[in-house]
């Protein structure tokens, strides 16, 4: 019997000797990275804000280093040359997407630009944001709309003067409102009543991003995947079915009405002949990707703003040289460099999707003489890359004269600047959101001074890094304001 334990042991103590040589023997020409514990790998170094911890793993592996996240590989890119590597270099073969365990709804990723892989369905819908909705053309005669709604905004934050104001929540339903009025010429979102209005939409968007941001430990051990034992595919099927139904009865009366002539993307759509799954699709990811990446933008921008009096200074001096008394207006954004190189600094340093959206390798290939084999995930930190102080001088002060000479952008050609991503799946909405951003910071800086709460500390409020999106965690911005009557309201 002894004899019969002491073989088992020792069968089972070949069996992992042979186990971690194979394993080491296939992690030989990887990029290199932490020892993974067995098991749950890397897990434990993720923290609750992956890209500082990427950083701080970059430094001592370098810019293509290896993770073990669950019986998931992951290779994280750190420096811009690393960025071009994956994002221009081998952009095809890398272009896969990793679609998260819980929104592997199959009928919304088969119609998903965010999701679906570089297919027919993908490149269609592409060209249509390219050609019809996001085009010079469009985006100019739509200006008015993003307009009228930034002034609803002053309108209503003037109400709320000497009060504290979550801002980041005002700016999210101003956006939900452009958005809704670009899409289908309509408010979906009320202002005055955030309780009690037409929030339906807001509140679906909020617990979507929420499944988003929410760990799923499918993600880590995709064997779990299958059985969705958590419920939060199931709980995603459910709100993009109810976000679907908010546009469903006007979608369906578009389709009906002849001569419906509205200037907006669902006739833009339905005139392009898609049919109502590759619309509803569409929508939602203008909403769901296009509001709050942009709303915590803004958040970062007054947070900045908060911190720089000599900034804010610097940008009224500019709006009074170009704008006078006047409200801002889209046309005026060519002619304010200095507002443009703000927009630049806070996307530099605090780009809303700090790793991007993670990819997967389509084919196994070579990257930086490192083997990324096929089905891994990759990442960019975009976070690190904006930080790094090979590349930028003084890199963690806030200083938008860095721009004002420069002609880096964020547009994909830059990978030292890329909180849009780059390469064949960069963000399609870079031509509306620079519009925006550019337009709602120039609106508030006009029209309000403003201050944080008694007894807040702005070094408090920032020390902690916040982990990209920011709707929902517990640091939002506060703020008192007063209006600065100088500015003409102008519709
Ligand atoms: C500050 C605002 C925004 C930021 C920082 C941002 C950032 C990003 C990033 C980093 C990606 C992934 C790119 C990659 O994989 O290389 C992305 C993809 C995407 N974004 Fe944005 N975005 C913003 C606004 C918008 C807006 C306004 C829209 C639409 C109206 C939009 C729609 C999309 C879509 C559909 C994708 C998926 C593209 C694909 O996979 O082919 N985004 N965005």
Known sequence: MEVLSATIVSLIFFFLFIFLILRDSRRKDLPPGPRPAPIIGN????GDKPHAEFAKLAQKYGELFTLKLGSETVVVASSPAAAAEILKTHDKILSGRYVFQSFRVTEHVRNSIVWSECNETWKLLRKVCRTELFCPKMIESQAYIREAKALDMVRFLRKKEDEVV???EVVFGTLVNIFGNLIFSKDVFDLEDPTGGSTELKEHLWKLLDLGNSTNPADYFPIMGKYDLFGHRREVAKVLEQIYDVWGVMLKERRGTKGNKANDFVNVL???GLDDQKINALLMEMFGAGTETSASTIEWAITELTKNPRVISKLRSELINVVGDKTVKESNIPHLQYLQAFVKETLRLHPATPLLLPRRALETCKVMNYTIPKECQIMVNAWAIGRDPKTWDDPLTF????????????????????????????CPGVPLASQFLSLIVATLVQNFDWSLPQGMNIHELTMDEKFGLTLQKDLPLLIVLKARNSIQLQD
């Open 43 to 46: 897990l434990l170094q993720l």
């Open 166 to 168: 979550k801002i980041v």
């Open 270 to 272: 339905l005139n392009a």
């Open 399 to 426: 200083k938008p004269e860095r721009f004002m000479h420069s002609s880096v952008d964020y547009k994909g050609n830059d990978f030292e600047l890329i909180p849009f991503g780059g390469g064949r799946r960069i």
